[in-house]
């Protein structure tokens, strides 16, 4: 045979038995395992300022080179918007990510083996502790906004949200009412890594991970300002007016108005706590008041009460710059949407409720509203109607009212009372009450604070003393210019408290470094974000798909917008 043959022959083997080293060579087993009490949960669930405490344990089949392992808590969103276009047959689907949380392990070099390969036979341990943060930093959430917007109000550590592997004992599958196109998932992560690929990044050879179920204490807000009147193009409605007749073909009886406010929040109790299988209640108050044509009209029969409960998910694939209020202005957008589910709570007879009468004007602050439009003085009649709202868990999972860059959680209390009139007609008047609701979470009573007394007295102190410390407008020297880097300011009031030392210099500043550094291959791909949203990993894509066959279909490539 000839010898350029033989040598062509020799190299296709030793590459046949590369390539099948390569395939046939398995990967590091990463398995991730909890030790605290929820070890034996089906899904864990933690609350703020929940430990979180496990291992990672990593077993090979041959010895596996390495250059470093990662432990992190991580919690991200993900979202995509269906535009189904009438023109032509394609479709547009806008998608975004968003890891909004990433807490990193700190790892003991100690720990690992010397050199870095991990021997085949031997299984390799290594610990974990996090602390499920109550709100997220800064530069999680730094697209513009509308004015207006409330300070902070992305800031709060959002709900795990559409992962139907959230279930009851581990047996049947529960509810959250949130739809496909708006997920939130937290979990733990192990990753072995080896080498940097051509654009900086890690390269994984191995990873492993452990979902969680994060719910988060979520405190009462503030009543939402909202038009006491408005029509049904708002999401709420405290007022309704409306002309009651004494039959059909026949006049008007008087004009019957019904106002609210908005009732307390929903409390979901602590998971753990005594009361956990209680169900969230809360109590509203309709007022009735009857403003009659004539003076000798009498008053018309309440019939029934019924209450509903809407949620509603908002989603986008742009960043919200606003806190939704409007469900119409979800609808018929490639950017945004809006899942809605409406769930019956109860219904009330209000055949029992008497009518009080009033001779005079009363003040408005005992409760009654104010007059109607047909109100041309004299006497009128009031009453009042409580309605007690529970929310029955069964299969559904109730989390708590969040706003967030890409998802939004809002809930609402509809109220319908229908009227008996003195005469039989087609139907019974009905009116309709919107009502703004929150379902706030407990979170754990024995969860020790992020901070102590004294560091946040000495935060007050610090926030004090810099009012009146001198600031220079200058320019910044070239010696800070050519190697910027964020360092904190003297800190008089917290010398000695929290750590002015060069070691804790050191240590935060090759913390910061190692976090903004910290990026894999086999994580999302960035495709033309937008500007305000590049610095936190965000995504928005539009891919345009085509209904027509795949045979005759062309390539397809994402388009950035």
Request: hydrophobic content about 35%; charged content about 20%.
């Amino acid at each position: 045979m000839h010898p350029d043959i033989v040598m062509f022959t020799e190299q296709r083997r030793g590459s046949l038995a590369r390539m099948k080293d390569l395939v046939m060579t398995p990967k590091p087993i990463i398995e991730v395992t909890l030790t605290d009490d929820q070890k034996d949960a089906f899904v864990p669930q933690y609350t703020s300022l929940d430990e979180i405490k496990g291992e990672v344990s990593i077993t090979v089949s041959c010895d596996t080179s390495f250059d470093d392992i990662y432990i992190t808590f991580e919690g991200s969103t993900r979202t995509f918007v269906e535009k189904i276009a009438t023109t032509s047959p394609t479709n547009g689907r806008t998608e975004a990510f968003h890891n909004f949380v990433r807490l990193l392990q700190p790892m003991d070099p100690s720990a690992f083996p010397d050199p870095r390969v991990i021997e085949a036979g031997k299984d390799y341990k290594f610990p974990f502790t996090f602390v499920v943060p109550d709100t997220l930093l800064p530069q999680s959430c730094t697209h513009a906004k509308r004015a207006g917007f409330p300070e902070g109000g992305h800031m709060t550590t959002p709900p795990s949200l559409g992962d139907p592997l959230v279930a009851s004992m581990g047996k049947s599958l529960m509810d959250d009412m949130a739809p496909d196109m708006g997920t939130i998932a937290y979990s733990v992560r192990g990753r072995i890594t080896s080498g940097r690929g051509a654009n900086g990044k890690y390269k994984t050879i191995a990873e492993g991970s452990k979902k969680l179920r994060i719910i988060p204490a979520m405190e009462e807000q503030p009543p939402l300002d909202v038009v006491v009147e408005g029509d049904d193009r708002y999401d709420y409605k405290m007022r309704q007016e409306k002309n009651i007749k004494k039959g059909t073909f026949k006049g008007k009886l008087g004009r019957l108005v019904i106002q609210s406010t908005q009732p307390q929040s929903l409390k979901i109790p602590y998971f753990k706590g005594p009361d956990a299988d209680c169900s969230p209640t809360t109590m509203a108050t309709v007022n009735v008041r009857f403003d009659p044509i004539e003076e000798s009209s009498p008053p018309p029969g309440l019939n029934t009460l019924q209450a509903k409960l809407k949620v509603a998910t908002f989603f986008t694939s742009v960043p919200m710059d606003e806190i939704p209020t409007k469900s119409c202005d979800f609808h018929y957008s490639s950017v945004r949407g809006i899942y809605v589910e409406s769930l019956n709570l109860c219904s009330r007879c209000l055949s029992n409720i008497e009518w009080q009468k009033h001779t005079f004007p009363t003040s408005r602050s005992l409760g009654i509203p104010t007059p109607s439009e047909a109100y041309k003085g004299g006497s009128f009649y009031t009453a009042q109607v409580v309605v007690p709202v529970s929310l029955h868990m069964g299969n559904k999972v109730f989390v708590p009212s969040f706003n967030s860059c890409l998802v939004s959680r809002i809930y609402a209390l509809d109220l319908y009372l229908s009227i008996n009139t003195p005469n039989a007609t087609v139907t019974d008047p009905t009116l309709h009450l919107k009502l703004p609701i929150q379902v706030s979470s407990e979170g754990n009573p024995h969860a020790e604070p992020t901070i102590s007394a004294e560091e946040h007295a000495a935060i007050a102190a610090r926030e004090v003393n810099a009012y009146f410390d001198p600031r220079s407008v200058a320019p910044p020297s070239p010696q800070y210019t050519e190697d910027a880097r964020l360092d904190a300011p003297p800190n008089r009031a917290m010398e000695g408290i929290m750590g002015d030392s060069p070691q804790h210099s050191m240590r935060m500043n090759s913390a910061q470094q190692r976090f903004q550094s910290l990026s894999f291959e086999d994580e999302e791909v960035v495709l033309a974000p937008p500007p305000e949203y590049a610095s936190i990993g965000g995504r928005n894509r539009q891919r345009v798909t085509s209904n027509v066959p795949s045979s005759s279909r062309p390539p397809r490539s994402p388009r950035s917008i």
